[in-house]
């Protein structure tokens, strides 16, 4: 008895703890998304295969004694999007474990008791289906509607009464929106070696401003990002009787001396590194201080850069910052190989100004520019020697994209303006002006996204200060600086140029998007010509948002035939 008692222990063993390498879901699910496509389905399993980019790592193995887990998480999942009836079954074969789902009957909302005045941040309806997830993001969108317009001590009592043997749920919102309230007085306790002056010049809110957690949130963010302080702790006084909110800033410094490494590789510069050093609180003051090297398979770049962000603060001019840069760089851009020297020193400053409602901040930079190029080219076009440029210029950025490698939503636009003249001993005298205006609006699950830039070089000079076009961050039908004129086979860019790209991205997923894209170029070798026909392409491409940023796959077809591939690393907006 005890032999097949054994061989039983042996035999259950062996089955429990089976390994498969595949997984599959069957049943009511859906083949390309939704809330039961299989990137969803995995996520509710705790199933996580490795990115693309980690061509290291092995997809994920299972054992027959997680089954059951993976039972329970599905069942779990299908309640909350209303499937209180579901039925979920597993058999498996030699290698893989099949989950089969069958949703059966969706539970109904019977009747809803809430405020008029917050119905329309309702995500349910009645006598349609109940999801959990509905019912939480209301509570949030309302939370956070009561947080931005003056009442941050509201109180919500919210509950979903499910009854499974009628099978109907009963919704019932209950808010007391609380005292109003308004910012009062800011006190900062910094342990920094820095001014609390230039603290206060990153909060949004003002003294007396109706509460509003967004900005509290802006201002935790303009402190973080300048990259000193460890540990931010914003707190608020709602104990008073007057509807003033003291606020209270506590800041703890961190390391501000950094090491920092990049590897990647695209279509431009091909495989590339760099290392960089950076200390973001040099002498005190948010003075920063940069040294760092970047090589790539077209050539090298060493700089250092020394920042101020308040070299002059006064009643007359208000607050200027300064930045000096050096840089020595050797680049093949295939028609010419360049050698330049370059030193550059701007003095900043910036304004805030209210816009449809929202404060937004307008960057200007004034400064000069000294470049000593040495060009190497076989052909005669592209004027072999060594040149002394040196020129004043002025740059203005309004930057309004809520996401800077991301951008889902935001308006972005700049102008920069560089004269060189003799008068300065440069070799060459010009007028160089580029305009660039960016759109981005989310119709979820849709991004849309349009940009044009316009740009004009007064005189003729010579090809290595043209205009380029042609590549991943312009028209995406040609190779990297490739449209436009040839000379020997090779482009030779333009005086006068425009480029525009309109693009749509659907997210299949929350970290995957297929894109499609139409994109514009005029590009003249004739100063002011803009009435020359348009360079035209098409593509599609896919985005993958990665801890390092979106990784970005696209392919352009030029209407005159031919395509082009361009792999990167951030969006094209």
């Known amino acids: 008895m005890k032999k097949?008692?054994?061989?039983?222990?042996?035999?259950?063993?062996?089955?429990?703890?089976?390994?498969?390498?595949?997984?599959?879901?069957?049943?009511?699910?859906d083949l390309i998304a939704g809330e039961f496509d299989r990137d969803t389905l995995l996520k509710i399993c705790h199933i996580e295969y490795p990115a693309i980019y980690k061509i290291w790592k092995s997809d994920p193995t299972f054992e027959s004694k997680q089954i059951k887990g993976f039972e329970d998480s599905l069942i779990d999942y299908s309640k909350s999007m209303g499937y209180y009836k579901v039925e979920v079954s597993s058999n498996t074969d030699d290698d893989t474990i099949y989950l089969n789902i069958k949703k059966n009957e969706a539970i109904k909302i019977a009747s809803i008791v809430m405020d008029d005045?917050?119905?329309?941040?309702?995500?349910?309806?009645?006598?349609?289906?109940?999801?959990?997830?509905?019912?939480?993001?209301?509570?949030?969108?309302?939370?956070?509607?009561?947080?931005?317009?003056?009442?941050?001590?509201?109180?919500?009592?919210?509950?979903?009464?499910?009854?499974?043997?009628?099978?109907k749920v009963d919704i019932k919102m209950e808010i007391n929106k609380g005292e109003k309230k308004y910012f009062s007085t800011t006190e900062i306790n910094n342990s920094a070696k820095v001014d609390n002056k230039?603290?206060?010049?990153?909060?949004?809110?003002?003294?007396?401003?109706?509460?509003?957690?967004l900005k509290l949130e802006e201002s935790y963010d303009n402190i973080y990002r300048l990259g000193v302080f460890d540990k931010i702790k914003m707190e608020a006084d709602f104990n008073t009787s007057d509807g003033k909110t003291p606020m209270t800033i506590t800041l703890e410094e961190g390391k501000t001396k950094e090491f920092a490494s990049h590897i990647g590789y695209d279509t431009e510069e091909g495989a590339r590194g760099g290392l960089e050093y950076i200390d973001h609180n040099f002498f005190g003051n948010m003075r920063e201080l940069r040294a760092g090297l970047k090589i790539s398979e077209r050539g090298y770049d060493a700089h250092t850069s020394f920042y101020d962000p308040r070299i002059i603060d006064n009643d007359l001019t208000g607050k200027i910052s300064f930045r000096n840069e050096l840089g020595y760089s050797r680049w093949d851009y295939d028609s010419y190989i360049e050698k330049l020297f370059t030193e550059r020193v701007t003095f900043g400053k910036f304004y805030n100004q209210e816009i449809l409602g929202e404060r937004r901040r307008f960057d200007h930079f004034l400064g000069f520019q000294m470049e000593h190029s040495e060009i190497e080219s076989g052909i005669p076009a592209f004027l072999s020697g060594n040149y002394l440029i040196n020129s004043l210029f002025y740059r203005f950025v309004l930057d309004a994209r809520d996401d800077i490698m991301d951008a889902k939503n935001g308006y972005y636009t700049s102008l920069y303006v560089e004269k060189s003249m003799k008068q300065l001993g440069s070799d060459i005298d010009y007028l160089k002006v580029l305009g660039e205006a960016r759109y981005i609006k989310e119709f979820d699950p849709m991004v849309w996204a349009f940009k044009v830039k316009v740009g004009t070089i007064s005189e003729e000079t010579p090809p290595f200060k043209h205009f380029f076009l042609g590549g991943a961050m312009s028209n995406r039908g040609y190779e990297y600086r490739d449209l436009g004129a040839h000379s020997g086979g090779y482009p030779l860019g333009g005086l006068s140029m425009i480029d525009a790209s309109l693009e749509g991205r659907y997210y299949m997923t929350e970290n995957f998007a297929v894109v499609g894209f139409v994109d514009s170029s005029k590009l003249s070798l004739d100063i002011n010509e803009f009435s020359e026909e348009w360079y035209n392409s098409y593509g599609t491409g896919l985005r993958y948002l990665s801890v390092i940023g979106p990784l970005r796959l696209d392919v352009g077809f030029p209407t005159d035939g031919g395509f082009a591939l361009h792999l990167g690393i951030g969006q094209v907006f």
């Open 198 to 213: 230039l603290i206060f010049e990153e909060i949004t809110y003002e003294e007396g401003e109706l509460y509003n957690v």
């Open 4 to 29: 097949y008692i054994y061989i039983l222990l042996l035999i259950t063993t062996v089955m429990y703890g089976k390994t498969f390498d595949n997984i599959k879901f069957t049943g009511d699910i």
């Open 117 to 167: 005045e917050f119905k329309r941040f309702a995500l349910f309806k009645q006598g349609k289906r109940f999801r959990t997830t509905d019912f939480t993001k209301t509570k949030k969108k309302i939370s956070r509607h009561l947080e931005e317009t003056g009442y941050p001590t509201y109180k919500l009592n919210a509950k979903a009464f499910v009854d499974v043997d009628l099978y």
